[in-house]
């Protein structure tokens, strides 16, 4: 089933493998995509995937994270868009854009700011962004954030993508507003469970009517919240603890499901936990190094910062990797079943996501019906012609990406991609292949 082709909403893809969210510091500083951005798009579109789904493109002005990655908060980002539109659509790939808003886990900026803490309520969480405390939106902040959404949605179609993605997962703002420890509103959009998705069914909304009811439009979801993964401290603490332990269950989610799909969503992208990075969107190793690395460049942003740095850099490695490795392990396809459960309560199309490299594993999910498609980024990543080498019969690269992570940590501080020495022959070839985006970047988009 992997080379049958797949439509939803009059898109066709030829096969049934996507590349997933996945980006770096490829943007100018004023969020203008550059040519090196074009270029790690177009890697993976001239080798066969049959659709990209970018990393997560801001909605907002001002909130906005890492540094050099790109906006659609302005019509004037339109028009390089079009170019890296118009250049993977020669290779036959279908191109959505995913929108979002970091809210309260915007991971760094160029100096601290109060718009990088907003959230669903004021707390305090040590892992995830950088702002000590995050600060509830008011309801007009809501109202703006909304309509960040529509209109970058606006601009997506008109950029001449094939459709659009927003997320509702990976601990940024529309999460924050679902999972009931994070959001502890006492108005309209917290409390029960169809006030906390009040927030994301207004963007629903909002987002086709500007975009019209014949463009694909999906979202992506997180199956289980697991707070508890990784361990981390979270305050105020909430009860009932099994909101503060675990956040939403698949119980509340298959709901979000059914009403998203009453709301005329498209497609859902099924991932699980909350935060970015965590052990169940992120199967595999914790990249206690290159973790550290992103603490001590953001140190400078807020006292947590700087205490999270120092706790990084002082408590031994011999109890800090036990500690922050906890629940980090690989497991293949390790969101199918919960994907399947989707699949099997509602009727539109389904994309798995998580833990997927080997063909007869994504065969296997495909003919058991556990989902229609198929995503992945970091086994795309180590090896781009991942499509071209099942197309030869193989089922798996010579050289598999092996879940470190290290990709996924690196990204807001240095160039995207495979950094685990073991899969090079030399450090110069790894280097080469991390730069190789910024190859013939000359030229101009906007």
């Given at each position: 089933?992997?080379?049958?082709?797949?439509?939803?909403?009059?898109?066709?893809?030829?096969?049934?493998?996507?590349?997933?969210?996945?980006?770096?510091?490829?943007?100018?500083?004023d969020?203008?995509?550059?040519?090196?951005f074009?270029?790690?798009?177009?890697?993976?579109?001239?080798?066969?995937?049959?659709?990209?789904?970018?990393?997560?493109?801001?909605?907002?002005?001002?909130r906005?994270?890492p540094?050099?990655?790109?906006?659609?908060?302005?019509?004037?980002?339109?028009?390089p868009?079009?170019?890296?539109?118009?250049?993977?659509k020669k290779?036959?790939?279908?191109?959505?854009?995913?929108?979002?808003?970091h809210?309260?886990?915007?991971?760094?900026?160029?100096?601290?700011?109060?718009?990088?803490?907003?959230?669903?309520?004021?707390?305090?969480?040590?892992?995830?962004?950088?702002?000590?405390?995050?600060?509830?939106?008011?309801?007009?902040?809501?109202?703006?954030?909304?309509?960040?959404?529509?209109?970058?949605?606006?601009?997506?179609?008109?950029?001449?993508?094939?459709?659009?993605?927003?997320?509702?997962?990976?601990?940024?703002?529309?999460?924050?507003?679902?999972?009931?420890?994070?959001?502890?509103?006492k108005d309209?959009y917290?409390?029960?469970?169809n006030?906390?998705?009040?927030?994301?069914?207004?963007?629903?909304?909002?987002?086709?009517?500007?975009?019209?009811?014949?463009?694909?439009?999906?979202?992506?979801?997180?199956?289980?919240?697991?707070?508890?993964?990784?361990?981390n401290?979270?305050?105020?603490?909430?009860?009932?603890?099994?909101?503060?332990?675990?956040?939403?269950?698949?119980?509340?989610?298959?709901?979000?499901?059914?009403?998203?799909?009453?709301?005329?969503?498209?497609?859902?992208?099924?991932?699980?936990?909350?935060?970015?990075?965590?052990?169940?969107?992120?199967?595999?190793?914790?990249?206690?190094?290159?973790?550290?690395?992103?603490?001590?460049?953001?140190?400078?942003?807020?006292?947590?910062?700087?205490?999270?740095?120092?706790?990084?850099?002082?408590?031994?490695?011999?109890?800090?990797?036990?500690?922050?490795?906890?629940?980090?392990?690989?497991?293949?396809?390790?969101?199918?079943?919960?994907?399947?459960?989707?699949?099997?309560?509602l009727?539109?199309?389904?994309?798995?996501?998580?833990?997927?490299?080997?063909?007869?594993?994504?065969?296997?999910?495909?003919?058991?019906?556990?989902?229609?498609?198929?995503?992945?980024?970091?086994?795309?990543?180590?090896?781009?012609?991942?499509?071209?080498?099942?197309?030869?019969?193989?089922?798996?690269?010579?050289?598999?990406?092996?879940?470190?992570?290290?990709?996924?940590?690196?990204?807001?501080?240095?160039?995207?991609?495979?950094?685990d020495?073991?899969?090079?022959?030399?450090?110069?070839?790894?280097?080469?292949?991390?730069?190789?985006?910024?190859?013939?970047?000359?030229?101009?988009?906007?």
């Open positions: 089933m992997i080379f049958e082709p797949f439509t939803i909403k009059g898109v066709t893809f030829k096969n049934r493998i996507l590349r997933s969210s996945i980006g770096g510091r490829t943007s100018f500083y969020g203008t995509i550059s040519s090196a074009k270029n790690f798009e177009k890697r993976f579109a001239e080798n066969d995937v049959a659709g990209i789904i970018t990393a997560t493109i801001t909605v907002d002005e001002k906005w994270s540094l050099e990655y790109a906006k659609l908060s302005h019509d004037r980002f339109i028009k868009f079009q170019a890296v539109v118009k250049e993977v290779y036959d790939c279908r191109y959505i854009v995913q929108i979002g808003d809210g309260g886990h915007t991971q760094m900026s160029l100096f601290s700011q109060p718009e990088d803490g907003k959230s669903a309520s004021a707390g305090f969480d040590l892992i995830f962004g950088y702002r000590s405390i995050t600060t509830a939106m008011t309801t007009e902040e809501i109202e703006q954030t909304i309509n960040n959404f529509a209109e970058a949605a606006r601009r997506v179609r008109e950029a001449g993508c094939d459709g659009l993605e927003i997320t509702a997962s990976k601990g940024y703002l529309i999460h924050q507003f679902l999972n009931p420890a994070i959001n502890r509103r309209a917290g409390g029960s469970v006030k906390r998705f009040r927030f994301l069914e207004e963007i629903v909304k909002a987002v086709r009517r500007k975009v019209g009811p014949d463009f694909l439009f999906g979202i992506r979801l997180s199956a289980y919240d697991y707070n508890f993964l990784p361990i401290l979270r305050l105020p603490i909430v009860f009932p603890l099994k909101h503060y332990f675990m956040g939403n269950t698949i119980k509340e989610t298959l709901y979000y499901g059914q009403k998203l799909e009453q709301l005329g969503v498209d497609y859902l992208h099924i991932s699980n936990g909350y935060g970015f990075i965590n052990p169940k969107e992120n199967p595999g190793a914790f990249p206690l190094e290159e973790y550290k690395m992103f603490a001590n460049a953001t140190r400078h942003l807020s006292g947590k910062a700087a205490a999270r740095a120092m706790l990084m850099n002082l408590v031994p490695k011999f109890l800090l990797r036990p500690i922050a490795g906890y629940g980090w392990k690989f497991k293949p396809a390790v969101n199918a079943n919960d994907a399947q459960c989707f699949k099997q309560a009727k539109i199309p389904i994309i798995a996501n998580g833990g997927f490299q080997d063909r007869e594993l994504i065969e296997s999910t495909l003919q058991q019906n556990k989902a229609d498609m198929v995503a992945m980024a970091r086994p795309l990543l180590a090896n781009p012609n991942l499509v071209s080498v099942f197309k030869q019969g193989k089922n798996q690269p010579e050289k598999p990406c092996s879940f470190c992570n290290r990709c996924t940590a690196r990204t807001a501080v240095v160039p995207l991609g495979c950094y020495p073991q899969r090079f022959s030399s450090q110069d070839e790894m280097e080469a292949q991390i730069l190789a985006w910024s190859a013939n970047c000359d030229e101009q988009l906007a």
